[in-house]
């Protein structure tokens, strides 16, 4: 069965990002994709720094993170933007993730899977220059990083007091990007 992670780059609890990507995980999962749902915040790891590595391995969160993503033959991504990019909560996991350890290798947790990105904000964008930094790292690290993506501006707007997604424009749109992770992620699996 084709496995895919997904999560959002947020740290925040009622992150506007964890409410999409949950929405297109329901369409990957509606096509026969077994997906699991994080929070980043659930494998929070100290800033990357080789001295902390070389002295103590790498952190319990981040080994569990890394571990699931290995696991996964692809990614559903939905990242806040920060000042033209992506969050540097996103950018530590997965610095952390691409660190090799024994047996492994290299990039093992990124090297040929999938990477489905989208974001949203409360502006008009929708977050959406923070996905160009985010797809360039990803296509380095060797993922194939799906060429649809959405953007999801004025989410404030589309979601009601619990986080979820009632636009149904929205919805449909999200679905069907995480319809297409799964297409894509089989075939390339295949």
């Given amino acids: 069965m084709l496995k895919l992670l997904a999560f959002s780059g947020s740290l925040r609890d009622k992150s506007f990002n964890h409410s999409i990507v949950k929405v297109a995980a329901e369409g990957a999962q509606e096509q ?13 790891a100290p800033l990357f720094n080789e001295d902390d590595e070389a002295e103590t391995g790498i952190p319990e969160g981040a080994k569990k993170l890394k571990q699931l993503m290995i696991e996964s033959d692809g990614y559903i991504i939905a990242s806040p933007e920060y000042n033209s990019s992506f969050s540097a909560a996103l950018k530590n996991a997965i610095d952390w993730a691409s660190r090799k350890e024994e047996g492994e290798k290299p990039l093992q947790a990124f090297a040929g899977k999938t990477a489905t990105l989208m974001a949203s904000s409360p502006g008009a ?18 993922m194939h990083v799906l060429p649809t993506q959405q953007a999801i501006g004025g ?14 424009a929205t919805i449909k749109k999200l679905k069907a990007l995480g319809a297409q992770a799964y297409r894509t992620s089989l075939a390339l699996k295949n």
């Fill in 32 to 44: 026969g994709a077994e997906v699991t749902l994080i929070r980043l915040s659930d494998y929070i």
């Fill in 125 to 142: 964008l929708g977050g959406i220059r923070g996905l160009v930094p985010l797809r360039m790292l990803l296509g380095n690290l060797g």
């Fill in 155 to 168: 989410i404030s707007e589309l979601i009601d007091d619990n986080g979820e997604v009632i636009d149904p």
